[in-house]
């Protein structure tokens, strides 16, 4: 792809990404009615509470129940920087994999990020 292509490609995704804010407006500002009214976890589906809290510490937990924790509104351009999906692969690779012998005498081996 030549910069021309990628120039056009980025604009056409542009526009539908706009198309689609505008499109979801209104199912948006239903959300963020209920959000007010009852909270981010009220306002959530079970499974969505059990995903948001599952990523939580203690402390976020409850500055979230007090309302103390104001949430994003997030205008058109909600995309995420170029290093996210690199960072993402990284944080997967293991920290270390112990693989022994037959023999408990024997030393383990490990494995580092990047070196497998």
């Known amino acids: ?6 120039s056009g490609q980025r604009d056409r995704l542009s526009d539908l990404a706009a198309r689609r804010y505008r ?6 500002d239903e959300k963020l009615r209920a959000v007010e009214e009852r909270g981010v976890l009220g306002a959530a589906d079970p499974a969505a509470v059990v995903r948001r809290t599952a990523h939580m510490t203690r402390s976020e937990g409850r500055a979230l129940l007090e309302r ?3 949430e994003a509104l997030v205008g058109v351009d909600d995309s995420d920087s170029v290093s996210f999906l690199p960072r993402g692969e990284m944080a997967a690779r293991p920290v ?3 693989s022994t012998k037959a023999s408990r005498s024997a030393p383990a081996s490990w494995w580092l990020p990047g070196c497998c």
Do not use: E, S, Y
């Open 1 to 6: 792809m030549n910069i021309q292509q990628l």
């Open 23 to 28: 499109d979801r407006a209104p199912k948006r």
């Open 68 to 70: 103390k924790v104001p």
């Open 96 to 98: 270390c994999r112990p």
